[in-house]
């Protein structure tokens, strides 16, 4: 596998491949009690130990979190873009099998008389991690406009949800522009096709076309854990 193009990141949140159950073992079944473990959990899990501190957290739970994340990572491979084979499921395993997390705390002490101190860490990924996109983008060239290279399709979905409104006002102002043609009556329904169009496209749908019943909504709906997600995909998925 030496010459293939892969990097490792958290799994998105409807593409675990691991769960975690009441206790303690990690399985392939979520069962009735499995956890997902994906980029959710990861941020879930550094907003508590970031509330615990370093000191809060016993070195053998710390390792048992390490393991966690680990098996809450999955490999992206880039193989077949530069004219290799892709790696088999047992490849991407064995990729999985060899990696090592660690998991280090900032700090910050208080100075009652002095400046705080503060220490930030500062983690660069390993050869090719950031290079594969890199590369990409150069031959791609000047565009205008760009896809954060952080976007999964439910990122789409709720920027476009937290950006209805100033996009309604960005239609009523056309009313302003008095064209001759257009009347209050196309006004109203422009504005009412805008906003049907805006809150299907921020609805995840099943195979009939109706809402579909998965993590994906449930995110949508919830600010907490679209911000738990956020946070484990940054911390994780900072190569894409």
């Given amino acids: 596998m030496t010459g293939n193009k892969y990097i490792i990141i958290g799994a998105e949140v409807d593409q675990a491949e691991a769960f975690l159950h009441d206790d303690g073992s990690i399985t392939d079944k979520k069962g009735a009690d499995g956890v997902p473990l994906n980029v959710e959990f990861i941020g879930r899990l550094m907003v508590e130990l970031s509330q615990r501190g370093k000191s809060g957290v016993p070195r053998a739970e710390l390792e048992a979190h390490e393991d966690r994340v680990r ?3 999955v490999v992206q491979d880039f193989s077949t873009q530069s004219g290799g084979a892709a790696l088999s499921d047992a490849e991407r ?3 999985l099998d060899g990696t090592t997390v660690r998991i ?4 910050r002490r208080r100075g009652s008389k002095k ?3 503060n220490t930030r860490i500062l983690v660069v990924p390993s050869d090719e991690t950031l290079a594969i996109t890199d590369a990409m983008l150069k031959a791609q060239g000047e ?8 976007s999964y ?5 709720l920027m476009l949800a937290s950006m209805k409104s ?4 960005m239609v009523r102002e056309f009313a302003a522009e008095n064209h001759p043609d257009w009347t209050s009556g196309l006004q109203a329904a422009l504005e009412d096709h805008m906003e049907k169009a805006i809150a299907s496209r921020s609805q995840f749908k099943d195979g009939a076309g109706q809402p579909a019943k998965d993590v994906k909504n449930e995110i949508m709906q919830s600010p907490l854990r679209a911000f738990h997600r956020s946070v484990g995909i ?7």
């Fill in 153 to 157: 399709e439910l990122d789409r979905a």
């Fill in 71 to 73: 098996r809450a990572l």
């Fill in 115 to 117: 400046p705080d101190r």
């Fill in 104 to 107: 280090e705390f900032e700090s």
């Fill in 143 to 150: 565009a205008e406009g760009f896809r954060p290279p952080l």
């Fill in 234 to 240: 940054y911390a994780t998925n900072m190569c894409r």
């Fill in 166 to 169: 100033e996009i309604l006002e």
């Fill in 93 to 95: 395993e064995a990729i």
